[in-house]
């Protein structure tokens, strides 16, 4: 059964960081691109950054510098780095799984708070 599990949100202060990890289960992970995706309240998801099954990276301009986006695809895991965080960071952040757009999942989100 597919599994996407989410890990490592919580409460920090501004300019702190957190790691935040998807653990992916029942797919053939290596040939997934792999993505996160943020939800603020009252506004659209939008997409943070993205790595291909290659290992090339996107991501949104507003985090370009502060956030790193790495893969592990010998333990099914991708990984968002945050560094610098700012209030605006706050948000649910969901892992994104897609194989040629042709199937695609979703976790269920991990809370990111960023306030002092």
């Known amino acids: 059964q597919l599994q996407l599990v989410e890990s490592g949100g919580g409460l920090v202060q501004p300019g702190g960081s957190l790691r935040l990890s998807c653990a992916a289960s029942?797919?053939?992970?290596?040939?997934?691109?792999m993505a996160w995706y943020r939800q603020a309240p009252g506004k659209q998801r939008e997409l943070v950054a993205g790595i291909t099954s290659g290992g090339s990276t996107n991501y949104a301009d507003s985090v370009k510098g502060r956030f790193t986006i790495s893969r592990d695809n010998a333990k099914n895991t991708v990984y968002l780095q945050t560094d610098s965080l700012k209030p605006e960071d706050t948000a649910v952040y969901y892992c994104?799984?897609?194989?040629?757009?042709?199937?695609?999942?979703w976790g269920q989100g991990t809370q990111v708070t960023v306030s002092s």
């Open positions: 029942g797919i053939t992970f290596s040939i997934y691109t």
């Open positions: 994104y799984a897609d194989h040629l757009r042709i199937i695609s999942y």
